[in-house]
C-alpha cells in the first residue's frame, strides 16, 4: 500500500514551534514531483486543511486562521515536505496528516478528495 509517513509530532508547550515531516518510506514512491498537503483532526471535529505546496515548489496555500505561525516547505534532498507551526496554541492539539496529489496542483486545496495518499497522522499535543 502506498502511504506517506508523518514524523515529528509530540507533546509541546503552548508557544513552543513544531516541524513535522511528510516522506515516504525508502523505496516506495518519490513525492517530489507532487503537490502535498497537511491536514488535521481534533477530537469531535471534522479533519481540516492546514497548508499545501505545490509540487515544484512555487506555490504554498495555508488555512487563513493560521496564516503568519504556520509554513511548509520541501526538502528535496530527503524527498520530504516539512510543516512548521510556531506560537502553537492549546487549540493546535490535533492529529496531523499528510495527503499527496497526483498532479503538480490539486484542483482544490482543502478538499480530502483532491488527495489520492494518506499517512497515518502524527499526534500534536500542546499544553497550555
Known amino acids: 500500500q502506498v502511504q506517506p509517513a508523518e514524523s515529528g509530532g509530540g507533546l509541546v508547550q503552548a508557544g513552543d514551534t513544531l516541524s513535522l515531516s511528510c516522506a515516504p518510506p525508502a523505496h516506495t514512491f518519490d513525492i517530489r514531483p507532487y503537490a502535498v498537503a497537511w491536514f488535521r483532526q481534533a477530537p469531535g471535529k471534522e479533519r481540516e486543511f492546514v497548508a499545501g505546496i505545490t509540487g515544484d515548489g512555487g506555490t504554498t496555500h495555508f488555512i487563513s486562521s493560521m496564516k503568519g505561525r504556520v509554513t511548509i516547505s520541501r526538502d528535496n534532498d530527503r524527498g520530504a515536505v516539512r510543516l512548521q507551526i510556531g506560537e502553537l496554541k492549546p487549540e493546535d492539539t490535533a492529529l496531523y496528516y499528510c495527503?499527496?496529489?497526483?498532479?503538480?496542483?490539486?484542483?482544490?486545496?482543502?478538499?480530502?478528495?483532491?488527495?489520492?495518499?494518506w499517512g497515518p497522522g502524527t499526534q500534536v499535543t500542546v499544553s497550555s
Open positions: 495527503a499527496v496529489n497526483r498532479a503538480g496542483t490539486p484542483a482544490s486545496w482543502d478538499v480530502k478528495t483532491s488527495y489520492i495518499y
